[in-house]
């Protein structure tokens, strides 16, 4: 009788719905979410004026995802921290541009 115990008790540590199955450290890809690649605002960054730094905030975007899909969760983060900033200094000077043409183009007398 103890020898169908032991099998049963094993079995069911064996069992996956048990709440033993699952620790902290035992994280997989799929429990890792993806961390934000900013990629639809350095798009959004890419019709603003400023062609050299927008299109550098796209590189990061996609090194970013990139680094995710390899692996490098800590590189992938760092990675689309940089694309965020990259793609809002791009708005800026992007706006900036259009206001200084504006300003120009209206105060000129015919």
């Known amino acids: 009788m103890s ?3 032991s099998r049963s008790d094993s ?3 064996l069992d996956s719905s048990s709440p033993e199955a699952y620790t902290e450290d035992d994280k997989t890809e799929e429990d890792i979410p993806a961390p934000s690649n900013y990629l639809w605002l350095t798009i959004i ?3 603003c004026p400023a062609y050299p730094v927008n299109i550098v905030a796209l590189v990061f975007s996609i090194m970013s995802l990139n680094s995710y899909n390899d692996g ?3 590189g992938a983060r760092r990675l689309g ?3 965020k900033w990259v ?3 791009s708005i800026i000077i992007g706006l900036v541009i259009i206001g200084v043409s504006c ?3 209206f105060s ?3």
Do not use: L, M
Request: hydrophobic share 40%.
């Open 45 to 47: 960054s890419c019709f």
């Open 108 to 110: 000129r007398n015919p």
């Open 72 to 74: 490098d969760y800590e």
């Open 11 to 13: 079995k069911g540590a």
């Open 3 to 5: 020898q169908y115990a």
């Open 81 to 83: 921290r940089n694309a």
């Open 103 to 105: 300003a120009v183009h």
């Open 87 to 89: 793609a809002i200094a």
